[in-house]
């Protein structure tokens, strides 16, 4: 089965087992990975008292662990969801946002990958660099690096953290540490909406939850918000900018089609 085929079979089986999604995330976008996970077809559930959160992802098909808005009682949640994932082998996506950015999100990103064995990291390409130890500028939390050698960072990236990493951006890279997936799909208004980075993350963790951890799984929720951002930018009217795209993107990813993913996704293996 080619990669596009796995990918279109993954939407399917989305839709079909409807899989539990647990987000341990931040308070800027959890409504909107709440919604871009139903509208890719999952269930969504955003638990993050510690009292709660192992009986949750127990019964969790994937679990989402996301760096936005840190804290200390974010991260005891987040240490014990991860361990109870591991445990049963639930795959554990980390979105490590503005890491490097403030010491306390570096210690943080540290203290996870030190206790919790991470299936995949999403990041833009800053993010992902620093945590593989290249430094990339950075303004706040979005990324000023260049893309020159994203195929070898990444890479580099997912053999010292043994785990798939996808570093977004204009243009997407994912890798396994062998194989490198470009994506060249997306719009310059993903940019400009706030948390689209952490629904890419929600998109990931369904697409896991139902196929299992693989290249493809996580290059599937990578490629669905990029057809997802061209979609929405084609909708726009008139007199219509971000606050539309953002409705748009949501309508645009609970209508994707098999289809549209075999005839407009542009994707390549390195």
């Not at 399917?12 to 539990?20: A, F, G, L, Y």
Request: proline share 3%; hydrophobic share 45%; aromatic share 2%.
């Amino acid at each position: 089965m080619s990669l596009m085929e796995q990918i279109t079979s993954g939407l399917e089986r989305i839709r079909t087992q409807k899989p539990i999604i647990h987000h341990i995330t931040n308070y800027i976008s959890i409504n909107d990975c709440a919604n871009v996970t139903l509208a890719i077809g999952a269930s969504p559930i955003m638990a993050n008292d510690p009292a709660e959160v192992a009986e949750v992802v127990s019964q969790s098909s994937a679990l989402v662990l996301n760096l936005g808005t840190p804290n200390t009682r974010m991260l005891e949640s987040m240490l014990i969801a991860g361990k109870q994932a591991n445990e049963l082998g639930i795959p554990v996506v980390f979105d490590p946002v503005g890491v490097g950015f403030t010491q306390i999100r570096t210690r943080i990103a540290e203290q996870l990958l030190l206790c919790v064995k991470v299936s995949v990291v999403r990041g833009n390409l800053a993010e992902i660099s620093r945590m593989a130890g290249v430094y990339a500028a950075m303004r706040g939390i979005d990324s000023l690096a260049m893309g020159d050698n994203a195929s070898d960072i990444v890479r580099q990236a997912a053999q010292q953290m043994d785990c798939v990493v996808a570093a977004t951006g204009a243009t997407d890279f994912i890798s396994d540490g062998w194989s490198v997936c470009k994506i060249e799909n997306g719009d310059p208004l993903l940019s400009r909406v706030t948390g689209t980075g952490c629904m890419t993350t929600s998109l990931v963790a369904a697409f896991c939850g139902a196929m299992g951890l693989s290249l493809a799984s996580v290059t599937a929720g990578v490629l669905v918000m990029g057809l997802a951002g061209e979609k929405a930018r084609s909708m726009l009217g008139d007199g219509e900018g971000t606050g539309m795209f953002r409705t748009r993107l949501v309508d645009a990813v609970s209508n994707m089609k098999a289809e549209d993913i075999l005839a407009k996704g542009k994707c390549s293996l390195e």
